[in-house]
Each structure stands twice: as C-alpha cells, then as structure tokens.
C-alpha cells in the first residue's frame, strides 16, 4: 500500500498513513483478530517498525496514539456529537495523510458497531471530510464485512462491488 500511494505522493505522511490503512483492510480480511482495536494496535505497530526513522514519524506516531486514546475515552450517549467534533478537532482537520488516518480511525473504533455513526462522525468536519469519511468507511467495511442494507442497496454497481468482495472472500479463505 504505501508503495503505491508513494508513486503519487512522495512525502512519507502521503504513503506511511497509505500503508498502515492497506495492511488495517489486509488484516480485516485474512486475519483473526478478537476487536477492532486489537486490529488497529497490531497494525499500528507493524508500521511503527516498518518505518521508524522516516520523516514525520514521531507525529505520525502522536496522531494515531491520540486517535486510539480519544477512541477510548467513555462518552454518554448525550455527550456523542459533541465528544466526535471535539475528538476530531483535538486531531485536526485531515488535509494531510496521518491526519486523515487518525481521524478516521477514531471515527472506526468509537462507533465500530455502526457504520452511520462512524461516517458521521469522520464527515461532520471542516476539514477533508470526505477522504477521513472515506477512509474510515473502508476500515469499517472490511471490519464488518457489509453496509447496513438501507445504505448499500443504494450504492451505484452494488451488484459489482458485492461480486468483488465476495471473491476477495473466497479467496482469503481458500488460502
């Protein structure tokens, strides 16, 4: 993944946070993991040791161990809306690539059980919302497997897109 995303952009904060998102989705699909922070951490710290001494990584580092924090912090559910907009804040507003990862990995892990909730919360911002949404919708996707169907039947070539998730299914467990 981050070889990829290095062909279009050459900063490290382009194609590190490009590179943790690819091996989060790869660890949904072929891996076993208990939760999604589990997951997340896993992933987090794969990357932490794939690219220790690259340039931006010490932010990189504080913005995912931010996102994870905030993610865990125990919010009511009046206190919702309001805790996902100051969370994201606190994280910034994701025009750049380990931003938009956080946020979105915030907005992944604190509504982990409801996508609509996630999506929200990763696009109700200033910022490069719909990257983070994004971003956060493939974590999610990968993690649960499927949208909810009030969502999903609305989805231009949902038909096509089902087909190739299902192959990618058949495929991690024929392996």
Known sequence: GAKAAAI???????YIPAGMLSDIVDRCIYENYGSL?????????ATEALFAGYEGMERFEEMIRLALELAAVPVSEDEGVEADEAAIREIGEGWVG????????YAALRHKDDVKAALRAASNHSGDSDSTAAIAGNILGAWLGEYPEDWAEKLELAGTIRELADSMTDIAFEN
């Open 98 to 105: 380990d931003e938009a990862l956080a946020i979105a990995i």
């Open 37 to 45: 922070e589990e997951l997340v951490t896993a992933s987090f710290e």
């Open 8 to 14: 279009t952009h050459g900063h490290p904060m382009g």
